[in-house]
């Protein structure tokens, strides 16, 4: 098993830039996608982002050109940058892994993070 912890949310005002990072307590061999979602008060969880294995990266059009993600191998973590934020960019950050395999020849699963609030100011 793999626990994903998100942290860098908080409070910024419009315009300003903030910095998620997702933990994983482990490594993880392999992957299908490695991605951050996000689900605003009464909304539905939507992708944001995500990075698939070989490094090609997917945004939602709502964030091109503003965030940006990226992985480092070695330490195991997932982060989210996040520039030009706007009050729509309000939400819990979900830091998701899809197809992950521990070892080789393991069985494949979805992770997930518990959220981390990001609150943008207007």
């Known amino acids: 098993q793999v626990q994903l912890v998100e942290s860098g949310g908080g409070l910024v005002q419009a315009g300003g830039s903030l910095r998620l990072s997702c933990a994983a307590s482990?490594?993880?061999?392999?992957?299908?996608?490695m991605g951050w979602y996000r689900q605003g008060l009464g909304e539905q969880r939507e992708l944001v982002a995500q990075i698939i294995t070989g490094g090609t990266t997917n945004y939602a059009d709502s964030v091109k050109g503003r965030f940006a993600i990226s992985r480092n191998n070695a330490r195991n973590t997932v982060t989210l940058q996040m520039n030009s934020l706007k009050p729509e960019d309000t939400a819990v950050y979900y830091c998701?892994?899809?197809?992950?395999?521990?070892?080789?020849?393991?069985?494949?699963?979805?992770?997930w993070g518990q959220g981390t609030q990001v609150t943008v100011s207007s």
């Open positions: 998701n892994v899809a197809g992950a395999r521990l070892s080789l020849g393991a069985p494949s699963r979805d992770y």
């Open positions: 482990r490594s993880i061999y392999s992957f299908n996608f």
